[in-house]
């Protein structure tokens, strides 16, 4: 199936990027956006700048789109302010001009920081309880929990994708079970596109990694298999020093993430 009008947000991004090139194949016309400038529009595509916090602008760059991916906002841990603009106001706008134009799917990159805070080697589904690590994990499960109330109430299907690390290799022991290769990541995301019936569905962005933390089987119906592993990049990953056993960073699904950071407000 050929999505006539794809709308994919977070388009300077890396994996907007990535995806530009991936997903032309899937639409007919690629309209791109971000806050950030973008490589000038090719056959078949429209660039629109556009800050997500600006629901005016949001809901015209909706408007004649078939299907959204939504990539943009704020990607790493930020103060609750700027993500409050990018992630939480902007996932909000995407939804209500996918209310009020009719679009009726979207592909939501939601991330692992929003079941950040559980430990290591624990096997995860979609029913595990949610357990964000910071303010960004925290505004990825609201992205998942509005998305399921404009299901609910407007029948708008989202796939929430926890992706993990999807990166070019992965660079720590944690992301040879996180990683998830670009090519997985196109796998997944066009999954989610051209599935009949996609519903609300949570999956893991993860490639088919030898360990594992996350468990598809929930969200069969959508048909993703993974093809890559990080397997290839294990020796050079190893050869780094490893952390010690009682760093938070080793201790949990999120790494890093779960520790407090400088974005705490004083
Ligand atoms: P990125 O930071 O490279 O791209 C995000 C893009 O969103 C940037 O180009 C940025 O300019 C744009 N953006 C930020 N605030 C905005 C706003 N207010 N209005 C419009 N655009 C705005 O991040 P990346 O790695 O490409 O990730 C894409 C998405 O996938 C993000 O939502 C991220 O949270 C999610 N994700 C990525 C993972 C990864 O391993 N790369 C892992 C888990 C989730
Ligand atoms: C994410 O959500 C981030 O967007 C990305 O930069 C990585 O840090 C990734 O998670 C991860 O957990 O490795």
Redesign the pocket.
């Known amino acids: 199936m050929t999505v006539p009008k794809l709308l994919l947000?977070?388009a300077?991004?890396?994996?907007?990027k990535v995806l530009r090139e991936s997903l032309k194949p899937d639409c007919r016309v690629m309209r791109l956006?971000?806050?950030?400038a973008m490589a000038p529009a090719r056959e078949n595509e429209e660039v629109v700048e556009?800050?997500?916090?600006d629901k005016k602008a949001v809901d015209e760059l909706v408007r004649g789109c078939d299907a959204i991916v939504h990539?943009?906002?704020?990607?790493v841990e930020k103060s609750f302010e700027e993500v409050l603009?990018?992630n939480i106001r902007?996932v909000f706008h995407i939804y209500e001009g996918a209310r009020r134009h009719g679009c009726k799917r979207v592909v939501f990159?939601?991330?692992?920081?929003a079941i950040g805070f559980h430990k290591q080697g624990e096997m995860l589904d979609a029913n595990s309880l949610r357990r964000p690590d910071g303010y960004y994990g925290l505004s990825?499960s609201y992205g998942e929990d509005l998305s399921r109330f404009y299901f609910d109430r407007y029948g708008i299907e989202t796939a929430c994708l926890r992706?993990?690390?999807?990166?070019p290799e992965p660079k720590d022991r944690r992301m040879l079970i996180t990683w998830?290769s670009y090519g997985d990541l196109t796998r997944l995301v066009r999954a989610c596109l051209t599935v009949p019936k996609l519903g609300h569905t949570i999956l893991y962005g993860a490639s088919a990694n030898r360990d594992k933390w996350w468990d598809n089987s929930l969200a069969s119906h959508v048909g993703f298999e993974p093809q890559d592993s990080s397997e290839p990049f294990r020796a050079k990953v190893e050869a780094l020093p490893p952390l010690a056993p009682d760093d938070p960073a080793a201790i949990y699904q999120g790494g890093a993430f779960v520790k407090a950071g400088p974005f705490e407000s004083s």
Do not use: R, Y
């Open positions: 947000t977070g300077a991004g890396a994996l907007g956006s971000d806050k950030a556009c800050d997500l916090a990539l943009g906002g704020v990607s603009d990018g902007g990159a939601s991330s692992n920081h990825k992706i993990g690390s999807s990166f998830l």
